[in-house]
Every structure is written in C-alpha cells, then in structure tokens.
C-alpha cells in the first residue's frame, strides 16, 4: 500500500482523530461511571450508618447498650443482605459486629479496626485479603452525656466492579469496531473525492502529442478540482501552440533549407558529369557534392522525425510477419556485413504476427543492422533474433562490438547523440538513425531498449504488441 | 549530355511552373541540354495562363507557388479534361499532401533536393518515349543482359550474379551513360527502408565491378564521384 498516498493519509488522519475522540470520551464515560456508583453506594451506606446512629441514640437512652446489638441484627439482618455493620465505642470497645455474610463473600474479622478520626463523616476502601475490596461509611457522633460512637457501614464494592469492568470491555471491543467502519466509510468517502482526478489523469494520460488538441473533462463544481482542469487545460493548450509552431517551423525550414540544396546539388552536378574540366578539378566538385548530398541527408532524416511526430507512421497499418520481415532485411544487408567480414547469424523460428506500417518497421531493422554493422570491428558477429515474450513480438539485435559506454547509455536514442563525438567527422549518418527507430516503435505502441558492456558488444531490443486474432478490434 | 539522342522529330515541349529562379535555370538548362522545348512562368497566375493557353507534353508544377499554388492548377489542368502528364515538384513532403496530390492528379512527385538525373529519369517515364530500351536484350559494349532469362554476357561469357546485382545491373544498363544517384538506385533496386542507407550500394557496386568489370581490359561502370553511378560502353571518360 502506498502510505504517502493523500487517499492513505486522509483516511489514517481521519482514523486517528476519531479514534482519539472516541477514546477520550470512552475513558470519560467509564471514570465518570465509576465515580458516581462508588458515591452512590457510599451515600447509602453513610445513610445506613446515620440511621444506626439514630436508632442508637433512640435505645442507648432507653434500654442500654447491650440490647442495642440484638436491635440492630433485627433491623438490618446484615448477614442476609451482606453488608457489614460495625459499632465502636470511643474507648475501643466494639459494640456490634455484623456476622459472616450468608454467601461467604468474606470474613468480617478480616476487617481491621479503623484508624480514629475526627471528622464526623468519612470513608475508606479496604482492601481484603481475597482481593475483594469493602467501601465503608463511617460516621462519628457523640450522645449527649456518654461516650462518642462509631458507626461503620460497608459493603463490596464487587458489583461496581463487574459491571465496570462489563462496559470497559465493550468499549474496548467496540471502539476499534467504530473506528474501523469510519475509516472504512472515509475511505469510500475519499475515493468518491478523488474521482473525477482519477478521471483527468485518465484523460490526461491519453493526451500525447498527436491529440494535443484534446482537453480534459470538468466537473464544473467551483472546486479545486475543477480549477486543476482548467490549468491543465490551459497548459495543454500553451503546449499545442508550442508543438504547433514547432512542426510549422520544420515545414518552413523544410522548404527554405531544399530549396538552396536543390540549387547546390543541380549546379554541382553539371561540374561533376561535365568532361570539358579537368579530372581533379571534378574530384574536388565531387567532394562538395558528397557534402551537399550528406546535407541533404540530414535534412531527410529530420523531416523523417517531424513526419513520425506528426504521425505519419500510424498511416497504412497492415499485418505481416516480423520474422519474415527481419530475414530479408538481414539477406539484403548480409553483403554489408560480408565486406567487413561480419558473420550475420539470424534465429527467427515461427512466424510472428505485428501490424504497422510495414516500410516504417523495416526501416527499423534496417537502422538497427545498420548501426550494428558500422560499429561492430572488422571479423565480429551480429546476431538476430525474434521471439515472442509475454504477449510483445520481440526483435533483438545484437553485436560483440566496441559497445556503449554506460555513462552515454541513456542517451542513444536522442536526437543527433554521437556516444563518440570525434566520430562525427568521419561518419556518414547525423545521429538521427536510432532517434528514428524509437519514434517508430513508439508510434507502434512498442518500445526500444539498449543494453551493453563496453568491449564486449550491444544488444538492442525491440518490444511491439503481438498481433492475434483476440485484439482485431 | 550527349548520349541521350532524341529519337522523334517532334520536339517535345514541357512547362515549367517555379518560382525559385535559380532552380528553373538549372532545370531549364538541363532540360534544353536533353533538347526539349522549355516554357517558364516564376508565379502561379502565369502558370495557369500558360498551361490553359498552350498545348504541353508535360508540366512540371512546383506547389508553392505565389498567386496560385501548384496543387490549384492541377486541379484547373484536370477540371478542364487535360490529360497532360504532370510532375509535381516540391520542398514539402508530407504523406497528405502527397496523396491529395495524386488524388487531384499529378503523375509522379519529386520531392527537393533531387538529383537532375533522378528528374530526367522521370520525365522519360512519364513521356514514354527516349532509349529507355524495351527490347529483351540490353546491350552495353560487350555486356549483353537477358531480362527474359536474367542471364548476363560479358564477351560471350557467361557471368553469375546474385539477384540483387542484376537488379542492379540491369537498372543501370535501361539508360547506358546516365549517372543514377544513391538514392535512385535505392529506390529501384531496395525499397524506400533503406533511404540514407547509401553505402550499401556502394559494396554492391564494388561486387558487380569485380564480376563485371575486373576480368576484362575494357571497364564499364562508371563512378561519378558526388553523383552516382552510370553503366557506359567505355567511349566516355
């Protein structure tokens, strides 16, 4: 998954910020909860206790303190109910004790003596061994002419707990349920969003410079989306004007560069063929004319590009065999090759369907034998092949030449790249063969790669979709 | 230019339509070298005039022309029933404007900057006429080349050449003493995958020499250096 997506980072923002608030108010919630039952359960045992207090002050008046104890079991029966009443006199004498509880949920001896304190209501947890914990009330008084009393009332705190412990268990399963079908809903949420961008890089993809005159859809929804569209439109337009001007500028300097050639290449020409002058006054004529010639052959190549660029070769598309192809083209070249002593070998096994234009692929081959036979030293070998790799017609040529230097690698296939600049001189071709052999298989949906060691050869590989019946359409 | 006799008393008359003065000259003189009557208009007004005025053998039309453009005038010569051959001239060489043209008319297409010779070549073609041989045999000096059989003589001599090699010869043998260019012979002999693939002819040329030519005293391939080459009896030099 990209994680640097916006996709992944508005959702796990969205996640983490509603994961947060739920937590937050989860934890509040719970403590919330929590704090009230405990002061609820205390209230009523500091009004348990206040009763007991009253009740006390009612019979110690009357009847003592002995019979006190009987009133209090009768009145409360805290082993029945479970609570814990303990009465103590201010001298340390214990008054009343409440029994074991009928379920034996613990031992009252367990409960230690509390420490005396002056304020007449307060409270304590105990911890119990057993690991219960009792909240006791306990409220101090002192009857008007006898001793002060203390008065303890108790009871577990268990069922808090439990039921505490209930919710913080649902909320902790339920909480990253939550989370989890908000992030999913902010995900299909954002998905929606980003639509109509998908939409645009779609189309904007589909732009290339043959359909520069294509836009881009709008949302017309006064967003940012429909702002992005019309800034890539206009971009795409100040791109079309660009590329426009360009292609009339190669026309213009189309006509304007042939026509001078023209007017060279005729005036030579009658110099050259003409017996009247002197053989080597017709040799140096030649020369200029080998030049112009050459001129004029670079001006080809070029306007060979702008035509490509323009198009040209997704015109006259038919089906033919690439295997076929590649073995004549190699028959038809084997003589060059002969003469520097260059063994062609060519493994083309079955037929391999393409379709294109057919004089524009050759000329594919062509260049490619070509540039393998010019630098490919005096004895070498050049080796051929056409196979068929995942669904791409593959044509591969490759030589034990001198190589390719990996630094000027990349940059073969530029227009007029020479790997070796101090060939220029000597070379017939511009540097535009292989600029031709990528503009092709590009406008065949294909694609060229180089590969090479320097001082043990290259391999160029030409990919172009295989033609089958399935794809006619 | 010699060697290319006009063999008719008619004396063939062709427009030429281009504006470029300098090219017309050369063509004009190449052309009244090969002694055809040569008519010149520089703008399309006067092209027009001249070609619907005058009854031609050929026009040769440039298309960018001032006033009129050449593919308007093919489309006036042709709307008016003419049947007059027509070669287009032109610097332009866009695949459109090349089938526009021939659907509008035009006979053949040259694109700049052509060889004279390669022009000359066409002209022939399109007028039918000239020592573009039809006979079966070609004969050069001592060279005798079957087009029926393929099979070449030198002396009475028989000599085996590879199907690309008699192509070769015999492309050059069609018009004896006229320099082909790199490019013509390509054309014809290759096809255009190999434009600027000039060298190859060369090593061609150099294999067809050492059959043809270094056996014997008398050499017939001729190499014009910046030109091409030419298939000669051994007169010229």
């Known amino acids: ?473 | 230019m010699v060697y290319s006799l006009v063999k008719e008393s008619h004396i063939m008359r062709i427009l030429l339509v281009e504006d470029e003065k300098k090219v017309a000259d050369i063509i004009v003189r190449g052309l009244k070298a090969e002694r055809y009557a040569v008519d010149v208009c520089h703008d399309g007004e006067s092209g027009w005039e001249a070609a619907n005025t005058y009854d031609y053998d050929l026009i040769i039309l440039d298309l960018m022309l001032p006033g009129l453009t050449g593919t308007e005038i093919l489309e006036k010569v042709r709307r008016k029933n003419s049947l007059v051959p027509i070669l287009i001239l032109t610097a332009r060489d866009g695949m459109g404007d090349k089938i526009k043209n021939f659907e509008t008319g035009a006979d053949d297409y040259l694109t700049k900057p052509f060889a004279f010779a390669e022009l000359q070549v066409r002209i022939k073609a399109l007028l039918r006429r000239g020592p573009v041989s039809r006979s079966s045999v070609l004969r050069v000096g001592d060279l005798e080349i079957d087009r029926l059989s393929q099979n070449v003589r030198r002396a009475g001599e028989k000599i085996e050449l590879t199907a690309k090699e008699y192509s070769l010869l015999e492309y050059l043998a069609t018009q004896p003493g006229r320099v082909f260019s790199r490019t013509m012979i390509i054309e014809h002999v290759w096809d255009q995958s190999f434009e600027g693939l000039t060298n190859i002819v060369d090593v061609y040329v150099r294999h067809l020499r050492a059959k043809v030519d270094d056996p014997f005293p008398a050499k017939l391939l001729r190499t014009v250096r910046g030109v091409g080459y030419s298939l000669t009896d051994g007169a010229q030099t």
């Open chain 1, 1 to 473: 998954m990209n994680t640097r997506s916006i996709q992944f980072r508005l959702v796990t923002w969205y996640a983490g910020l509603l994961a947060g608030i739920f937590l937050l108010l989860c934890a509040l919630l719970y403590l919330n909860l929590r704090h009230f039952l405990e002061n609820d359960l205390r209230d009523s045992q500091l009004r348990r206790a206040q009763r007991i207090a009253d009740t006390l002050v009612l019979h110690i008046g009357q009847t003592g303190e002995t019979t006190f104890a009987s009133q209090v079991k009768e009145l409360y029966e805290p082993e029945i109910s479970g609570r814990y009443i303990r009465i103590t006199r201010d001298d340390g004498v214990v008054l009343y004790v409440s029994g074991a509880p009928k379920d034996g949920s613990y031992n009252p001896a367990d409960v230690p003596a509390l420490p005396s304190s002056s304020a007449a209501e307060f409270s304590r947890k105990i911890k119990l061994p057993g690991g219960k914990t009792l909240l006791i009330a306990a409220l101090n008084f002192r009857l008007p002419n006898h001793a002060a009393y203390l008065v303890e009332c108790g009871y577990l705190l268990d069922p808090v707990e439990t039921m505490l412990d209930h919710l913080f268990l649902q909320l902790a399963l339920g909480l990253p349920m939550a989370v989890l079908v908000a992030a999913g809903g902010g995900y299909l949420l954002v998905r929606r969003a980003l639509h109509p961008v998908e939409q645009i890089t779609r189309k904007a993809e589909k732009i290339t410079q043959h359909n520069l005159s294509e836009r881009l859809p709008l949302t017309c929804t006064g967003d940012e989306i429909e702002r992005l569209s019309h800034s890539l439109n206009r971009m795409i337009a100040r791109l079309d004007d660009a590329f426009q001007n360009s292609k009339r500028f190669v026309a213009d300097a189309s006509h304007d560069l042939r026509t001078p050639l023209t007017i060279l290449r005729g005036e030579l020409e009658n110099f050259a063929d003409d017996p009247r002058f002197e053989p080597e006054m017709r040799d140096r004529v030649g020369s200029m004319l080998e030049e112009v010639v050459h001129l004029g052959k670079i001006v080809e190549q070029l306007f060979t590009l702008s035509r490509l660029d323009a198009g040209e070769a997704q015109t006259e598309w038919t089906r033919f065999d690439l295997s076929e192809l590649t073995k004549t083209t190699a028959e038809q070249m084997s003589l060059l090759a002969e003469d520097k002593g260059i063994a062609i070998s060519c493994d083309v096994g079955q037929s391999m369907p393409v379709k294109g234009n057919q004089v524009r692929l050759k000329q594919v081959v062509v260049n490619l034998l070509d540039n393998a036979i010019k630098y490919t030293q005096e004895k070498g070998a050049i080796h051929l092949r056409v196979l068929a790799i995942n669904g791409h017609a593959v044509l591969e040529v490759e030589d034990n030449g001198a190589g390719i230097p990996p630094g000027a690698l990349p940059h073969v296939f530029e227009r007029f790249y020479r790997v070796d600049p101090a060939r220029s001189a000597d070379s017939e071709s511009a540097g535009l063969g292989l600029s031709i052999v990528k503009s092709i298989c590009t406008a065949h949906g294909g694609e060229v790669e180089a590969q090479s060691t320097v001082g043990k050869g290259s391999r160029f590989r030409v990919k172009l979709p295989l033609f089958s019946d399935d794809n006619l359409s």
